[in-house]
């Protein structure tokens, strides 16, 4: 939780991108406090690639698209936000693109709209 230094003696913290609200420091400067709870799409992707991994066989057996192992390339993997998160992605035995071999398993998931508690299984089974 890094401080970014404004002019006019202000500063930005980031606590959350949700929720903006101004505090008062002991020196009475004005902090303007941003309070940064993981995002959304951050819990709703790693919710998918993990009920992926539990629906075809664990971690042992199956390896997601390397699209939902990093947040920066899950948009590759996000087909949709309406409504929550929809990821579409395909999977394998694990090594299975390092080792260049055809995926065997497409999954479509829906997370909803919170990340974490809530999703819809759209399709899960041989590539479409």
């Known amino acids: 939780m890094g401080a970014l230094s404004l002019s006019a003696g202000f500063a930005l913290k980031a606590l959350s991108h949700d929720v903006c609200e101004k505090e008062s420091s002991m ?4 902090d303007l406090v941003i309070v940064v709870d993981p995002k ?3 819990r709703a992707f790693n919710f998918a690639r993990m009920r992926a991994e ?3 066989g664990g971690i042992s057996q199956y390896q997601a698209q390397s699209c939902m192992y990093s947040h920066q390339s899950s948009k590759d993997c996000l087909a949709d936000e309406k409504n ?8 394998g035995a694990p090594g299975w693109e390092v080792l260049k071999l055809p995926p065997t398993v497409e999954t479509e998931i829906r997370i909803y709209t919170d990340g974490e508690t809530k999703a819809e299984l759209i399709y899960n089974g041989f590539p479409r």
């Not at 020196?27 to 004005?30: A, F, L």
């Not at 929550?84 to 999977?91: D, N, Q």
């Open 40 to 42: 959304p799409t951050q």
């Open 84 to 91: 929550g998160f929809t990821y579409r992605f395909l999977g």
């Open 27 to 30: 020196n009475g400067i004005d």
């Open 54 to 56: 539990a629906l075809n």
